[in-house]
């Protein structure tokens, strides 16, 4: 079993290195040739985690797309934007039927439809067996540290959900596996979007008690829009639900908590959206999900406020204000 990893990132580097230890066959493509000889040369991926993390000196990394010709799984570790173009580069050059792995979270910006689709959408038939997605609450901060960490091996088909299961689960990495892929997805992509409210709350000093509120009733959220596209209630219960909602909006590790934070300190998105380099996915997830939701006449309080202050320039503590003056409810519905 060869595995050519996709994205010479944090997660692309962190789930390489997991298989690594596990004695697995793999390669990482990069784009970036500093990356590259950063991990072959140094050990390091300096970039993304600093200088004081050394890699597994077993993993290799290259700017030749080659290397995915006689791959038997591609892991996709690019941005959920980069999905499109990276499974178009890689068609022509597989010459075996492959798994993709996907672990981004999020949506195609223009369709709207989740990752799986869209890798199945843009792979040539012929090339592709399945298509997996390891998704849950991951930091690549952590995994690169070997922390404890457990995450979903979600496809319908579940022989392909177990072969990944087994390719990556160790001592310290443990990997579950679930058949509710419109659920799973759903649920890791809608996670970035309270994420990014949780350090919204934190940047506007904020409390404990507010974040419990915002977590809870964004786990509503998620869970409502989730089950109106076809997933599953329980799904909300586990690892790609409120698993991956804790450790994101809990964890200064979260790059859309982050991105938050300082939307709140300054309260505007303005200057973040116009500085910010860094992988956030929650920006492009919250238009999405705040777009579909409208068309379907799904209730999102807390999506459609955190698209206004990205999209419309609204004052986050207006948001709040907002929120926090809607028409009084029950819990129950
Ligand atoms: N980091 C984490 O802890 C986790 C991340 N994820 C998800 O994984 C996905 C990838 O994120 P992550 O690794 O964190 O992001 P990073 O920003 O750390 O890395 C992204 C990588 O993708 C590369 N890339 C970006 N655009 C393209 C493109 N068009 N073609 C080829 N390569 C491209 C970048 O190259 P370059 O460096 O040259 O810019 C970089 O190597 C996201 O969807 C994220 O939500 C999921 C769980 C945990
Ligand atoms: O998905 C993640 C953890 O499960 C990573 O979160 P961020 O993209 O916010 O850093």
Known sequence: MKV??????????????VLIDNHVDTIIWGKDENEVNDIN????????????????????????INCVRDADLVLLAVPSIAIESVCKMIN????????????????????????????????????????VSLI??????EVIQRLLTTVNAVCENEESAILVQKLFSNDVFRVYRNTDVVGAEIGVALKNVMALASGVLSGLDQGDNARAALMTRGLAEMSRYGIAQGGRP???????????LIVTCTSHHSRNFQ???QIGKANSATDFLMNNHKTVEGVKAAKVVYEEAQKQGIEMPITEEVYKVLYEDKKPSEAIRDLMSRELKSEEN
């Open 4 to 17: 050519c990893v996709l994205g010479s990132g944090s997660w692309g580097t962190a789930l390489a290195q």
């Open 234 to 244: 329980e799904t909300y219960l586990g690892l790609t639900g409120v698993g991956d």
């Open 136 to 141: 849950g609450p991951s930091h690549a901060e």
């Open 92 to 131: 022509p050059l597989l010459e075996k039927q492959v798994i993709v792995i996907n672990v981004a979270k999020g949506f195609h910006p223009e369709t709207h439809e989740r990752l799986s689709v869209v890798i199945k959408r843009f792979m040539d038939q012929s090339k592709l067996k399945d298509v």
């Open 259 to 261: 991105a938050g934070y």
């Open 41 to 64: 040369l140094q050990h390091k991926n300096t970039k993304y985690f600093g200088d004081d993390v050394i890699l597994n000196e077993k993993l290799i990394a290259t700017t030749d």
